[in-house]
């Protein structure tokens, strides 16, 4: 019994076109290139989310710190509207999402 995506010789190789859903080698190789790259840029998004979330920490500490609150609703408002102008709508879940991420949930 082969390993499951261990192709048999009974059992063709997935091929570039198979794994892309293109119906030609070409596309295929377009496809393929394309997705490296946005695996690569992925990396870098999460990456910046991260370094996102960090320096979102360093400033809700020193709020905290001096007595304050963590959470700052008009800062956040201004973050969605900076979202939303650049993205369309979809910008302010998708914001709400980073700042969920940065101070957790309210
Ligand atoms: O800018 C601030 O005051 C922050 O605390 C950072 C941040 C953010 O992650 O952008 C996080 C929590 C606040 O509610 C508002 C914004």
């Not at 192709?7 to 596309?27: C, F, K, L, N, V």
């Amino acid at each position: 019994m082969p390993l499951r995506g261990t192709p048999s010789d009974e059992e063709p190789r997935m091929t570039a076109t198979d794994i892309t859903g293109a119906r030609t080698p070409e596309a295929a190789g377009v496809i393929t290139g394309a997705r490296e790259r946005i695996d690569a840029l992925d990396d870098r998004i999460i990456g910046l989310i991260q370094e996102r979330m960090a320096v979102s920490a360093v400033v809700q500490e020193a709020r905290i710190a001096s007595g304050g609150r963590r959470v700052n609703l008009s800062r956040e408002m201004e973050i969605l509207g900076r979202y939303s102008e650049a993205l369309g709508r979809p910008g302010t879940p998708l914001a709400m999402t980073l700042l969920e991420l940065c101070r957790g949930r309210i």
